[in-house]
């Protein structure tokens, strides 16, 4: 197997030392009329008979010729010989667009998207093998137009290997909203440690209300678990709840996908939070747990 990178390299040098696997550094970037290019300046004959496994996470600044590029891929290298095509997309974009969302007028733009992976040769064969997520914030819209060929990865041990390096002898998760539940509790499980739960009301765009949902248990730490940061005002919500109820040494704020707008981390700062972790499926000064053992793992089993 090759591995290909576009520009998450990072990531893709990290996997392809993972797997003892050859790496092709593909150029993207844009022709003089913005239009999206992509190339490969080494001879393409070391495609045929190949399979290869292409790393690319879908960044906020650049979510639309990411698409294109991951969606162009694929056909390509099917078409110059290569036998099999994975794709490992840790943050997959516009599946945060939920049905509360979708009150305020935007137009769904992850079905489209989502479409572009599918496809298919004259003989309707997917060109893509299969789709690797971390962690994606609707699974079911991703099983929907991608159900044949997709798989999502948990990283609950990775985070549970870092947060384990703090003293978690009393300390609870905390998840900020229902969408977020099953991976406190899976976090908290494998932690050794209760967890609690808030449930979210969407006012505006702008601003969410936080009501505890049950008993939230009295901790000196919260790790506050999230699929994704963004803007931060849910997490900041349920800090101010937390902080005025219980007074915790420590409130840190943990995800997989750390977007971290412009102004999220004051926001956060300002509610009380005093760490923020996150994985590189977004690279940046949060990111400290890495995804690819992830996809390692996945292609170290003889069985795939």
């Known amino acids: ?16 030392k993972g797997l003892d696997s050859e790496l092709l550094f593909f150029n993207y970037g844009s022709h003089g009329d913005k239009e999206l290019s992509l190339s490969y300046n080494g001879n393409i004959n070391v495609v045929a008979g ?27 290298l099917k078409r110059n010989g290569a036998i099999k095509v994975y ?12 049905e509360i969302h979708l009150k305020y007028n935007e137009v769904p733009i992850a079905e489209s998207k989502l479409r572009q992976f599918n496809g298919r040769d004259t003989n309707k064969h997917l060109y893509l093998d299969g789709l690797f997520v971390v962690n994606p914030h609707d699974a079911k819209t991703l099983a929907t ?9 948990d990283d609950t041990e990775l985070i549970a290997n870092e947060l384990n390096k703090f003293d978690i002898g009393d300390a609870a998760v ?6 977020a539940l099953n991976q406190a509790v899976a976090l908290a499980r ?20 936080v009501v505890a949902k049950g008993r939230i248990p009295k901790a000196s ?19 101010k709840k937390l902080k005025k109820k219980f007074s915790p040494e420590k409130m840190i ?47 170290s089993n003889p069985d795939l």
């Open 1 to 16: 197997m090759k591995t290909i990178a576009l520009t998450s390299r990072s990531l893709a040098e990290e996997v392809a």
């Open 50 to 76: 190949e399979e290869f496994l292409i790393i690319q996470s879908t960044y906020p600044d650049d979510q639309h010729k990411m698409f294109d590029a991951l969606a162009a891929l694929p056909p390509y």
């Open 87 to 98: 794709e490992f997309i840790p943050y997959l974009a516009f599946l945060s667009q939920s």
């Open 145 to 153: 137009y991608c159900a044949p060929f997709r798989k999502i990865l």
């Open 174 to 179: 905390i998840a900020p909203d229902e969408n």
């Open 190 to 209: 494998r932690l050794g440690v209760p967890y609690g739960s808030f449930y979210k009301k969407r006012i505006s765009e702008s601003q969410v209300q």
């Open 221 to 239: 730490t919260y790790f506050i678990r999230d699929d994704t940061i963004r803007g931060g005002t849910t997490i900041s919500e349920v800090a």
């Open 253 to 299: 704020a943990v995800c997989s996908h750390p977007i971290m707008l412009e102004g999220s981390v004051e926001i956060l700062t300002e509610a009380g939070i005093t760490e923020i972790i996150g994985t590189n499926s977004i690279p940046g000064p949060y990111s400290r747990i890495s995804v690819a053992p992830l996809i390692v793992s996945q292609f």
